[in-house]
């Protein structure tokens, strides 16, 4: 697709996120935690995770480009995006309540967070926000339908609706339109990473994919997605890495070399570095019910 450089991008970029726009429900879950059983380590998750404090007090300190320590007590909502690793302490006591919704925005058929494009605010606290505890009610709710089929659908439209009171009173970022209105040049590009993401990004294919010379193609998909494409690559192998541990019984390292790393040692290091914990304790910590707020 083309673009004009005038005014109406905005509402080309606009239509063309409509026509593209994936929400992907993972699950909705309510958890009472114990101080003793609650993760004390540096812990991230694949997907964006969004927490309701139903009960009690939690200090959550965030490391890297944030770098910040907030407290979240009851009413208040935490939206986490996978690149924040984040470590809990309970203040409240010995206990707390908390609703935990996990989901992915996706757009242009190219595992493009959709929340990268906004300002969002972390947390999310004070009167306003009646109608975000009622999309958490309605996904607690969602848990109790019987039917499979009706479940997913209402789940996922769970999902826009979630979106939607997330997104109501925040912004988009200055260069989100340029970034949208770049990933059509990208597209083949793009395509061909998510279908290939066990082997190793050849740049020069993938330039000539986008009729660009290397280093312009480079620049361009590191405005554009706001990564480089091997930082592509290994977030859609760590998204996979986490599916495989959660669904299979497959041994680490086979996972590893299933989604592109053949050095399970190495596949332990990136995982434990973006993920926080190692792959086994990962897997560990979903099987015994450990779910990061």
């Given at each position: ?7 109406n991008v905005?509402?080309?970029?606009a ?9 992907e429900?993972?699950?909705?879950r309510v ?6 059983h ?15 404090m139903?009960?009690g007090d ?7 480009e944030m770098n910040?320590t ?12 996978p690149?924040m ?12 309540r ?10 242009l058929?190219s595992?493009?967070d959709l929340?990268s ?9 004070g ?7 009622g999309?958490?009610r309605d996904?607690?709710?969602?848990t ?10 209402v789940?996922?439209a769970?999902c826009?609706e979630?979106?939607r009171?997330?997104?109501t009173?925040?912004?988009?970022k200055?260069?989100?339109v340029?970034?949208l ?8 590009a ?10 190793a990004?050849?740049?020069s294919?993938?330039?000539r ?6 280093s312009?193609f480079?620049?361009v998909?590191k405005?554009t997605?706001?990564?480089a494409p091997n930082?592509l ?6 998204d ?6 959660a669904s ?10 299933a ?5 399970p040692?190495h596949?332990?290091?990136?995982f434990?570095?973006?993920?926080g914990v190692?792959?086994s304790?990962y897997?560990q ?6 779910v990061?707020p």
């Amino acid at each position: 697709m083309s673009y004009n450089t005038d005014v109406n991008v905005n509402e080309q970029v606009a239509k063309l996120l409509a026509q593209t726009l994936r929400c992907e429900f993972h699950y909705a879950r309510v958890y009472n935690a114990a101080a003793p059983h609650f993760p004390t380590e540096w812990m991230a998750a694949a997907q964006p995770a969004f927490s309701l404090m139903i009960e009690g007090d939690v200090e959550t300190r965030i490391r890297g480009e944030m770098n910040t320590t907030l407290h979240w007590g009851s009413g208040d909502v935490l939206c986490l995006l996978p690149s924040m690793q984040r470590v809990h302490r309970i203040i409240s006591g010995g206990n707390v309540r908390y609703c935990v919704v996990c989901a992915t925005f996706e757009v242009l058929d190219s595992g493009l967070d959709l929340m990268s494009f906004f300002d969002l605010p972390v947390l999310y606290s004070g009167v306003d926000n009646a109608s975000l505890i009622g999309a958490f009610r309605d996904f607690t709710e969602a848990t109790e339908i019987v039917d499979p089929f009706k479940k997913h659908i209402v789940q996922n439209a769970l999902c826009a609706e979630l979106l939607r009171h997330i997104l109501t009173s925040i912004d988009l970022k200055p260069n989100a339109v340029q970034r949208l209105a770049g990933i059509g040049r990208l597209s083949e590009a793009v395509d061909y990473l998510i279908t290939h993401y066990a082997e190793a990004p050849d740049v020069s294919m993938l330039a000539r994919l986008s009729c660009l010379s290397p280093s312009r193609f480079h620049a361009v998909f590191k405005e554009t997605l706001d990564c480089a494409p091997n930082e592509l690559v290994r977030r859609i192998r760590l998204d996979k890495a986490v599916a495989l541990l959660a669904s299979s019984d497959l041994e680490v390292a086979e996972i590893g070399q299933a989604v592109g790393w053949n050095d399970p040692f190495h596949f332990s290091r990136i995982f434990k570095r973006f993920l926080g914990v190692s792959p086994s304790r990962y897997r560990q910590n979903i099987r015994t019910g450990i779910v990061v707020p």
